[in-house]
T-cell receptor
Framework: DAGVTQSPTHLIKTRGQQVTLRCSPKSGHDTVSWYQQALGQGPQFIFQYYEEEERQRGNFPDRFSGHQFPNYSSELNVNALLLGDSALYLC????????????FGPGTRLTVT | LAKTTQPISMDSYEGQEVNITCSHNNIATNDYITWYQQFPSQGPRFIIQGYKTKVTNEVASLFIPADRKSSTLSLPRVSLSDTAVYYCLVGSNAGNMLTFGGGTRLMVKP
């Protein structure tokens, strides 16, 4: 039973570019959340998708957008990259609109130069 | 959302019991207390969740006093592989946004 998978593992981008990160939830899960984790800090909630809709959003600008597909997988898009966007981006999946516990993937390490 | 306060770091030795306390003075009636563990370059992993009194699973125990303004995660007989960051989270299960603080960096020494 595969857990949460994310791709790519690492990514290097230049300021101003756009990036797309991908996530496949754990088998049987239908909710996907995205988090940003800066070095030495706890993860910060970006947004959550359920039934292909954004259900809740954290304090992140509109440069951060996402999508959920019918197979429950999800993408995180970040436009006009800033140096401060360099972080570990984590995807978490759960069941239902208010999952009891969430399962995290290994993350995508994004470096913006 | 209730704010949590926990020690920045703790040291322990193999075989000892480790207790990490988290303060959450503004916890709401419908809030649960959840603990996650995170190893370097990995996503956080759910450890345990509770509402009141004591909860125990195969990994840890969670002690919550009657006023619920604090909680203690207890790890029995830690090993080197328990070296990680431990996060205390407080929130309603009706909400789906996990709010992480800075966590406690536990270092287990031989």
């Amino acid at each position: 039973d595969a857990g949460v998978t994310q791709s790519p593992t690492h990514l290097i981008k230049t300021r101003g570019q756009q990036v797309t990160l991908r996530c496949s939830p754990k088998s049987g899960h239908d909710t996907v959340s995205w988090y940003q984790q800066a070095l030495g800090q706890g993860p910060q909630f970006i947004f959550q998708y359920y039934e292909e809709e954004e259900r809740q959003r954290g304090n992140f600008p509109d440069r951060f957008s996402g999508h959920q597909f019918p197979n429950y997988s999800s993408e995180l898009n970040v436009n006009a990259l800033l140096l401060g966007d360099s972080a570990l981006y984590l995807c978490a999946s759960g069941m239902g609109a208010a999952p009891y516990e969430q399962y995290f993937g290994p993350g995508t390490r994004l470096t913006v130069t | 959302l209730a704010k949590t306060t926990q020690p920045i770091s703790m040291d322990s030795y193999e075989g000892q019991e480790v207790n990490i306390t988290c303060s959450h003075n503004n916890i709401a009636t419908n809030d649960y207390i959840t603990w996650y563990q995170q190893f370097p370059s990995q996503g956080p992993r759910f450890i345990i969740q509770g509402y009141k009194t004591k909860v125990t699973n195969e990994v840890a125990s969670l002690f919550i006093p009657a006023d619920r303004k604090s909680s203690t995660l207890s790890l029995p007989r830690v090993s080197l592989s328990d070296t990680a960051v431990y996060y205390c989270l407080v929130g309603s299960n009706a909400g789906n946004m996990l709010t992480f603080g800075g966590g406690t960096r536990l270092m287990v020494k031989p």
